[in-house]
């Protein structure tokens, strides 16, 4: 997936979560599954769109192994 990225063009992987846990949370990824620790706000807002879309994709960069919730489509 292609994203703009606080300003920046960014390929980006994107991931099902499988499971919140207490400081980080497991995405299921194209390769199988990855854990990625995040920031109380960011696991918030992780719940949040999961309640509203338990399928929902959320956009990963696993060479850093963080969460971007802040981009924008390139499409």
Known sequence: MDLYVN???????IGYVKEIKESSVV????DGE???????????AIQTIIQVD???LIPLDLETKTVILDGESTK
């Open 27 to 30: 995405f299921i990824v194209k």
């Open 54 to 56: 338990e399928d929902a």
């Open 7 to 13: 300003g920046a063009y960014q390929s980006v992987d």
């Open 34 to 44: 990855v854990e990625i620790e995040v920031d109380p706000v960011t696991q918030d």
